[in-house]
DNA sequence: TAAAGCATGTAAGAGGTTACATGATTGG
DNA sequence: CCAATCATGTAACCTCTTACATGCTTTA
């Protein structure tokens, strides 16, 4: 998680790590610890997908490297099934820098996660239901709607960028318009 | 997150790891893994919050003590701010083992930090237009904007929660009903 | 000049994961 | 009787956190 965003914000231009979790934060991303960040800095700068530029003693400016480049591509394209929500928001906030084939595989990959997540969830309540013998309480059947509505709204969402990635991508279907 | 989960199983009844494992999953919690539940039963157990009950060489059946319960009330009343949805799942599934102001504290707790989310995801949006002088990239957009949508949906479903506990709590308002 | 904020870092530990090992029980 | 699945457990590791330590720079 930190690895990819680090190098997703890099790839912008370079930054020191006390700028970097800002940038972080302020996206909404999450706060991430100060304890988490510069060994993480250090151990991507070992392995040379970062370079410092600038160590004037006070402030070290990191810049990303054609192998951290290459690194970048190969995390942001490989989606793990049924990814966390914070993850996967990492992953379409740097979707841009992805081959249009490859935001489509990971976009059609999170709508199958999402589709089986919400089988899974209306599934677990019928059993629910049939162990307490409808009497499930009123807050586990709220948390269960809630959490079956906001999959739904998930799903229409990531159709709506399918449906944009489609069009964008194969130009013959756009015929007769009017 | 493991330690509330086991302890609200087993409130409604004494079972054994494997069995646990599967009703997490089966809730939608999360796949817990065995080299993550295990050490906690026993860890569990030692702190004397769970016993074993029947241990017939195979299987381990676990109970949850008096000491277990008041650790299970100490963790279902603690909120922490802006948590993580998973955990707070698990909260709100557990909820009615929470007495109604314990429950109205939580869902208060909750809204706040939602409305804090909202307000600071609304500030993101506009740094983040400003930084880049509206060039913002649609899928970075795409998903600001479900962010939005994801929030002010909850802070809808808090506030029906906290509607319905405060009618439950203040029967004095039910004048005149018809 | 003192406080607040900038900036980097280490050590310990929480809370999970994967991979591996082992054996008992049940169903075809 | 063999495979699947039930059932428990350990070891190594991963990612992140909290708490602590340090020193520089800006601002009131």
Redesign the interface.
Known sequence: LLEIATLGLLKEGPLHGYELRRRLS???FWRVSFGSLYPALRKLNKAGHIEVISGDGRRKVYAITPSGEDRFQELIASMTEDEE?RIF?VR?????YLEPEGRLAVLQSRREALVA?AA??RA?MK??MRRTKDRL????L???E??E??VE??IA?ID??IA?ERTALGQSTTIEKT
């Open positions: 302020e996206f909404g929500e928001s379409v906030a740097f979707l841009r997540r899974r969830s677990a059993t629910a309480d009123r807050y586990t709220a948390l269960l809630r959490n509505r906001a709204a998930d969402w709506g960028l944009s």
